[in-house]
């Protein structure tokens, strides 16, 4: 099966093959080629070049894409996509003038959630669950990364960590899956942290490598949940079952939690609102990727990551969505793209590369997904008529997708 795509306005991030990511200075640029073409056969890439160039094949389906811009589809590496309920009381109460700390401190927040989950059947999570994964797909994401982190039990983690696998299977999106049981401490465990890192450790880990249900493992390394050493050792048993970290920390305090992820070999630190320049330092030369989340910053007005200082360091930037019910109930990366643009300043082509290549070097899978490639799947987002890749950015509440194509197929 054949899909040829003519007259592309503009066909963005096209790349050569083994480009895993991009830093500092390289992130300024956004190769593309005007008046382009795309061949997708079966699910890959199979060609692209310029209009003059074009292939003549009778039989392919073709897909006129006049005055359109074509780009490979977001990679969102940072979720919490498998949840129950939600927490719109939290949303009122925050308007009314509590802060997150005050409502987590009386017992709202990641425990309301875990507490909705429990309570909550299976096939019931995941019918929620799969109602926020079509939406995202549509909205132009064709890699996801869902954690768990909302049981906080045996069973409840083993529950997320299912329905995130059978999401895995019925849609045709790369899932990546991350156990987070050290998200917070439940009700029972407050006065006892060791206890519960050993029921992640000595319970929860063996059962997630026996059924398979996990790529990476993460923690919550923040003041007032998991320390420093408490994540360590949280890493360090990750490790034994090729578990790969890719951390939350320093979203309201820098504890040098980062320094401890590098020494973990860390994939990726994610949220970094709170970010000091020896954390900067820590990070320059690793293969460990900063991952910023501005739409978390922008729903619970806290400070965005300094992107300006990090890539002016030579770092490299990934940019997610962190889709949740307590900080981010939003799955759309376009949001993102324009958040990073307004607030963070990154320029368009730096925000496109964070939510492309580098959001799928995140993921650890920028070998098959984040750029226009050959023999790279075709994940796709077609743009309604637009007069540059700049416009979507710039009109950041309009949807500008025409289309969107995952594995070869429209969704
Ligand atoms: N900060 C930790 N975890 C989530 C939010 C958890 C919640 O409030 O439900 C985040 O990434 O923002
Ligand atoms: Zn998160």
Not at 378 to 393: C, E, R, V
């Amino acid at each position: 099966m054949q899909t040829l795509i003519i007259h592309i306005k503009e066909l963005i991030q096209i790349r050569e093959i083994g480009i895993q990511k991009v830093s500092g200075s390289e992130m300024a640029d956004l190769p593309l080629l005007k008046n382009a073409f795309l061949l997708i056969e079966n699910n890959l890439i199979a060609d692209f070049g310029l209009m003059n160039d074009c292939p003549t094949l009778p039989d392919a389906k073709v897909i006129d894409a006049t005055e359109k811009v074509v780009l490979p589809t977001w990679c969102d590496s940072h979720t919490h996509l498998v949840y129950a309920g939600n927490r719109v009381q939290e949303f009122v109460d925050r308007i009314n003038g509590l802060s997150y700390k005050e409502i987590a401190n009386r017992g709202g927040g990641i425990l309301n959630s875990a507490q909705q989950l429990n309570e909550t059947d299976e096939n019931e999570i995941y019918e929620q669950s799969k109602v926020r994964l079509e939406e995202v797909m549509k909205l132009g994401t064709g890699a996801i990364e869902i954690k768990s982190g909302y049981g906080l039990t045996v069973e409840g983690e083993i529950k997320m960590l299912r329905v995130i696998k059978r999401l895995a299977e019925n849609y045709p999106i790369k899932i990546k899956a991350t156990f987070l049981g050290a998200h917070a401490f439940p009700k029972e465990f407050k006065e006892n942290h060791s206890g519960y890192i050993e029921l992640i450790i000595n319970e929860m880990l063996p059962k997630i490598a026996e059924e398979n249900l996990a790529d990476y493992i993460d923690a919550f390394l923040e003041t007032g949940y998991f320390t420093v050493e408490e994540t360590e050792r949280i890493m360090e048993a990750g490790k034994k079952y090729g578990l790969i970290s890719k951390i939350h920390v320093n979203q309201f305090t820098a504890i040098n939690g980062i320094a401890a992820c590098v020494k973990h070999n860390a994939l990726t630190v994610d949220h970094l609102e709170i970010v000091t320049e020896e954390d900067i330092e820590v990070l320059k030369n690793t293969e460990t990727m900063p991952v910023a989340l501005p739409s978390c910053s922008y729903f619970i007005s806290i400070p965005y990551t300094p992107a300006r200082k990090m890539i002016a360091a030579g770092l490299p930037l990934a940019l997610a969505t962190d889709y949740n019910p307590g900080t981010t109930p939003s799955g759309n990366m376009n949001f993102v793209v324009a958040t990073a643009c307004i607030k963070m300043k990154m320029t368009p082509e730096e925000a496109i590369n964070a939510a492309t290549i580098n959001g799928a070097y995140a993921m650890g899978i920028s070998a098959t997904h984040g750029s226009i490639t050959k023999g790279k799947k075709a994940n796709l987002i077609i743009t309604k008529p637009i007069h540059s890749f700049y416009q979507l950015p710039y009109e950041f509440g309009s949807n500008l997708i025409d289309e969107v194509i995952i594995e070869g197929k429209t969704v």
